[in-house]
């Protein structure tokens, strides 16, 4: 689920213990030499990263740093709700709502969408600055951990094999109708956002439905064809679109899932935002999305990073971007 931990399997039996526990993620385990004990990282939703140092067995353990402690203390952030509901097909999916500060359920609240990278990665009980920014601003947010993702075994990771944009697009969309039924939610104002995958499944989903007012996709992929001649992981598309583009099958699955061959139905207000030098998701896959809406009179801004790259953003470049998305809710969520 929403946690990472430290486990311990029996030689002789093969039982799997669980070690470390809490609502929390943990990682970057480290053992001393004689293996008593053990160093690692840890967060939960409303502390950033601390070090923690407990016996091997996970006994005894202390909080070696505070670095983040007078953060917490000026900010507050938000706990989260932690939620389960199903999707289309009945399939149970875990995720999380960060309530605005204030939030009053007598008046109505917009409303974002987030969607992690990956597809196998996960959102979990860990410290999420993007949220918590959002949740500071009036917003409520909603992150979900649909079909693709990680810590609910195999079938559910690899079930979008062959399909991104199909059952992870229903479980997504399905969290979004579960929060309206269950909280306070101004229908005329929902966002959607997301980074790499995410950025993907923004595409995607403006393709797909005229529900949300506004959208703001993050180094996300358009084109499956053009994104095999120009990324350095093209190995990925061959695993999760079962081959190459000029295998018939691939080909077929690459141009059905990519959301460039929906955009004629894109009528939600779009901002772009993408490293000039990001040789994974290529700039030229947003670069595709921004020009077509142009020509479609859909409004859009595209925000180009020079120098940076997938991942490894400097911190001004990550405040700056944060900034953009804000302004862009802003204009077409918070003001309607």
Known sequence: GGADHLFRVALETGVVEQVTQGNRRLSGF????????????????????????????GRGEKQLTAFNRDLVQAVRPIEPDQIFYPSTDGTKIEGWVLKPRGYDPERQWPLILTIHGGPHGAFGNDFNFEHQLFAANGYLVVYTNPRGSINYGEEFQWATWGGWGRLDFDDVMCGVDYVQTHY????????????SYGGYMTNWIIGHTTRFAAAVVGAGISNWISDYGTSTMARTKESEFHGPPWDLRAHALMVKQSPIEYVASVKTPTLFLHGESDV?????????????????HVPARFVRYADTYHGGWSPWNIVHRYHEELKWFHRFMAGR
């Open 30 to 57: 480290n053992p001393s030499a004689n293996y008593a004990t053990i160093a690692y990282v840890g967060t939960d939703s409303t502390h950033p990263t601390e070090l923690f140092r407990s016996a091997i067995d």
């Open 184 to 195: 306070s939610v101004d229908a005329t104002r929902l966002g959607v956002t997301g980074y």
């Open 280 to 296: 994974g998701n290529p700039i030229e896959q947003s670069e595709q999305m921004y020009s077509a809406l142009l020509r479609l």
